[in-house]
């Protein structure tokens, strides 16, 4: 992938402890460019910053964005900001719809602000393709989202809002990339909201069974990370006036059921633990707040941005897997 010169340009990745944010922070230190990383360590590990801890163009601020004051100190002098922190996960939102809001609403508009003081030159965020709710049409495009159907939903739907807000009111640029079911390595397998494909990783390994939610025909566009990177880099980069202030669905446009998509992973399991064929998936009842389907048009990333997917599914998967043997067993 090729990108304008960021060399020199002071970029600040919020949450660059977590899954995508530290995948983000290695590929900018790879273009040469100034990397702050703010994080709580809530749902992040330092374990995923340990390579560039001795990088000189790399800086780690230890804070929350729910502290207004650490927001504004993390924006001074900064370019562009990729705003990662948030509080993933539907089940986690219906448990603990408060911290969710305080973190993905409040946590945001204070980055917003900060921005803003700071007179930064884009900020780029984490939206979600959650965003969608009960809208049944296939596959998504931007334009056209239903009722939320999680309170983690509502977050990111809000913070679209926002965003729009305060490009109208305070001309900050903006873009929003809907993240749809992203993976990848470094993501996590551990947790009780650890994400669907790191988790059942972990128990074909094991040697144990994964539960599907439900019969296993809902489908999703699972997205491999270097696309994800893609997106990201194009939207600090583009200097196509019109894509600015837009959401943009971050997908690869395709979609696989959960069924497959765990068929599929105990398949390229096997290659390194003849034994993981054996291990049964089972099923188990539907997950409240979920989206039955979920497949995105990539039109307007590919018009506005030049997006092209590098990766679709079963190669990112097979690129997913070689980490996690490589990295946990």
């Known amino acids: 992938m090729n990108f304008p010169s960021l060399e020199n340009k ?11 944010g530290s995948n983000l922070c290695e590929f900018l230190l790879t273009q040469k460019a100034k990397v702050v990383c703010l994080d709580n360590f809530s749902t992040g590990h330092k374990h ?46 219906i448990n603990d719809p408060i911290t969710t809001s305080q973190v993905n609403i409040d946590g945001f508009l204070n980055m917003l602000v900060a921005a803003r003081d700071q007179s930064v030159k884009r900020f780029v965020y984490a939206a979600s393709s959650s965003t969608y709710g009960d809208s049944e049409s296939l596959p998504k495009v931007e334009d056209k989202i239903g009722k939320p159907l999680s309170p983690y939903a509502i977050t990111k739907y809000v913070n679209e809002l926002y965003a729009d807000i305060f490009h109208r009111t305070y001309g900050l640029d903006t873009i929003g990339l809907r993240y749809f079911n992203v993976f990848g390595r470094k993501q996590d397998p551990n947790g009780a909201y650890a994400a669907v494909i790191p988790k ?15 019969d296993g ?16 880099m194009r939207a600090i980069t583009t200097t196509n006036k019109e894509a600015l202030n837009q959401v943009y669905n971050t997908a690869v446009g395709d979609r696989i059921t959960i069924t497959s998509m765990a068929e599929d992973l105990r398949s390229f399991l096997s290659k390194y633990d003849k034994k993981i064929e054996k291990v049964e998936i089972l099923h188990g009842p539907n997950r409240a707040g979920d989206i039955p389907h979920s497949l995105a048009s990539i039109d307007k990333a590919k018009t506005k941005l030049a997006y092209v997917p590098t990766h679709r599914f079963s190669e990112g998967l097979q690129k997913a897997v070689e980490w996690y043997w490589e990295n946990l067993k």
């Open 10 to 20: 002071k970029v600040l990745v919020t949450g660059g402890a977590g899954f995508i």
């Open 200 to 214: 059942f990783v972990i128990q074909f390994m094991n040697y144990e069974s994964p539960i599907i939610n439900g």
């Open 48 to 93: 995923n910053l340990t390579a560039f801890y001795e990088d000189e163009n790399f800086k780690l601020i230890e804070g929350d964005i729910r502290d207004l004051e650490t927001c504004q100190e993390a924006c001074k002098g900064i370019d562009f900001i990729l705003h990662q922190a948030a509080l993933g996960s539907v089940p986690r939102s």
């Open 217 to 232: 025909t809902y489908s999703r566009d699972f997205t491999y990370i270097d696309n994800v990177i893609q997106m990201n």
